[in-house]
Structures are given as structure tokens and as C-alpha cells.
């Protein structure tokens, strides 16, 4: 019985020495009060009186967000500032046995590490900054924090409380500034609009006196056009009186007329040469013999009668 009994609680020892890692954890053993080694994730068996799970270590990421600290800029400005640091643990052993307090460690250098990098800069620049404070802590913090197995992945400035006068001050200059600005974009666009209206107005004139110099242009092409017409109706018609009249002595020379034909015809020439406005028309002596002796047959024919 005794046997059986010994037997039993020798189970129990086994059982309750047996320990499970789990998925991003590791655990920091003690052998005699003396660090053993770490345990990474799996199964594990602790020798029972003699091994001891000194710290449970969580490997992931972890987010501590630190509440405002008071820091001064280097115009004796006092505002608030809180902070959020993003770490992560990466040596279990350090951490363990590196520092006493490890959350109250990082909460204390990063308000020493603000001050110092707040202290050196003027209120505006600390407001306009954020990237820059953030990136210097995080490397100060990292550096700090590296002999204690903790890697610091970021550090965020949350929130910048200035006091209340300069908040107001702060307000007052933005209202001042969007107002500065409101009065510029109203005069430019003024501006524009001024400039837009005279461009249009040019633009105006310009079509109005190209549409006029088209204008004249085209009446001056009309008139071209209406005097070449006039001047080749006139050419034409010079063209048709002299094919008329080549007709008429082409016909006379093909009826073969006699000479008194064409002295007469010579005669109603001069004629009309004469039209009763030339004052002397000196007469070919052949034409006159003929003209006399037509004159003579007038006679004679109207004796006749």
C-alpha cells in the first residue's frame, strides 16, 4: 500500500514538472537558484526541488503607452507631452536578470530622453518636429535598452499639450493667418478676373478688326472681279464688232464688187468719217474723178424723171 502510494505522488511530481511553451513565449529556468538556461517553445522537464521557471517571457511585440510628462523647450515654454513605445523582447535572459522594473525603467529614460531633446528645440520647431523627436528617441531608447534583451521598434509622440495662452495664442495666429491668406486668394482671383476681362476684350478688337479687314478684303476682290467682267464684256464686244466687220469684207471681197462699188462705198465711208463734226477731209484724187462722175449720172437720172 505504502508502495502504491509512493507511486502515486512520484506521478504527481512527474506531472506537474512537465511544461508546455507556448507559441511566442519562452521560458527563463533556475537550477539551484542559478540561471540553467531558456526554454523556447515545446515540451519540457523540470528536475522537481531542483529546477524553477524564474520568468515567463512574452516575445511579442508590446505597446506601452506612458502618460503626459511635463518638459520645457528652450523658450521657457511648459507643455504636456505622452508617449507610446512600440518594444519588443529579444534576449529572455537579459531581460530577466538585466533591470529591476523593466516597464518603470523605459517609462523613466523616455521622459529623461524627451526633456533633453524637447529642452533643445523652440516651441514652434517641437510642434512642426514630430518625425525628428520620434526618430531620436527611438534610437536613444534602443541603444539604452539593448543591455537589457529589449529591441525599441518605435516611440510615437501621442499627444502635445501647450498651456492654455499659448493654445489661444496659437488659435489667434491661425485664424490671423487663414484670414491673411482668404484676403490674398479673393485679390488674385480679382486679378485674374480683371486680366481674364481684358483678354476678352482684346481678343474682341482683334477679331473685330480682322473680320473688317476681311470685309474690305472681299469687297475689294468684288470690285476686282465686277471691272475684269465690264473689261472683258468690252473686249468682247470690240472682238465681235471686228469679227463683224472681217465678215463684211470677207463677203464683200467673195461677191467680187466692181470699182464704182467700191468707190461708193469708199464715199459712205468718209461719211461717215466726217459724222458733220470735221471741219476739212482731204479726198483721194481717184476718188474724186469718181465722185464727180457719179454726181454727173445723179444728175442726168433726175432730169430723166
Known sequence: MIIFWILVILLVLIISNIKIVPQAHAYVI?????????????????IPFIDRVAKRVTLKEQVVDFP????????????????????????????????ELPMSAIENLTATTLRNIIGD?????????????????????????????IKVNRVELKNIIP??????????????????RE????????????????????????????????????????EKESAIRVAEGE???????????????????ESAPSSAVLTIKSLEAFEKAADGKATKIIIPSEIQGVAG??????????EGK
Open 293 to 302: 462722175l457719179a454726181a454727173g449720172l445723179k444728175e442726168i437720172i433726175g
Open 30 to 46: 533556475e537550477r539551484l537558484g542559478v540561471y540553467s538556461g531558456t526554454w523556447s517553445v515545446g515540451l519540457h522537464l523540470m
Open 235 to 253: 473686249a468682247q464686244a470690240i472682238l465681235s464688232l471686228q469679227e463683224a466687220t472681217a465678215n463684211g469684207i470677207k463677203m464683200l471681197n
Open 68 to 99: 503626459p510628462q511635463p518638459v520645457i523647450t528652450k523658450d521657457n515654454v511648459t507643455m504636456q507631452i505622452d508617449t507610446v513605445v512600440y518594444f519588443q523582447i529579444t534576449d529572455p535572459k537579459l531581460y530577466t536578470y538585466g533591470v
Open 163 to 180: 498651456p492654455a495662452g499659448i493654445r489661444e495664442a496659437m488659435e489667434k495666429q491661425m485664424k490671423a493667418e487663414r484670414e491673411r
Open 183 to 222: 484676403a490674398i486668394l479673393r485679390a488674385e482671383g480679382e486679378k485674374k478676373s480683371a486680366i481674364l476681362v481684358a483678354e476678352g476684350e482684346k481678343a474682341a478688337a482683334i477679331l473685330k478688326a480682322e473680320a473688317e479687314k476681311e470685309s474690305q478684303i472681299l469687297k475689294a476682290e468684288a
Open 121 to 149: 528645440m523652440e516651441l514652434d520647431e517641437s510642434l512642426t518636429s514630430r518625425d525628428v523627436i520620434n526618430t531620436k528617441m527611438r534610437s536613444i531608447l534602443d541603444e539604452a535598452t539593448d543591455p537589457w534583451g
